[in-house]
């Protein structure tokens, strides 16, 4: 009996399109989060720091953090908080289904 991966379920689920619009869209939440979180530790600041200094709320960057917002931030808030860590924001398109 052949051993079904998860990476196999995914590239076949992802054959509709429903599926991977959504999937897509949670691993942007996700892949946002780590990067919120890592940038905000290599610059040493806390969460009221950040928030701060991007000019928004501590529990936004929480919510940020945690990926547990089903809604993604927009590129300005983005914009934002890479400046308010001395960094800055780059866009990558990738496609994590094939196609």
Do not use: W
């Not at 979180?37 to 919510?63: N, S």
């Not at 300005?76 to 960094?87: D, M, S, Y």
Request: aromatic fraction near 4%; include cysteine.
């Amino acid at each position: 009996m052949p051993t079904t991966t998860l990476t196999d379920v995914i590239e076949e689920e992802c054959q509709d399109a429903e599926f991977k619009q959504h999937f897509q869209r949670e691993l942007l939440i996700n892949e946002i989060a780590k990067l919120i979180l890592q940038l905000r530790q290599r610059a040493t600041l806390t969460q009221k720091e950040l928030a701060y200094k991007a000019k928004t709320t501590q529990p936004v960057i929480a919510r940020l953090e945690k990926g547990s917002d089903s809604r993604v931030p927009s590129l300005e808030l983005l914009t934002r908080i890479a400046t308010a860590a001395n960094a800055k924001l780059k866009l990558v398109i990738e496609s994590p289904c094939h196609s």
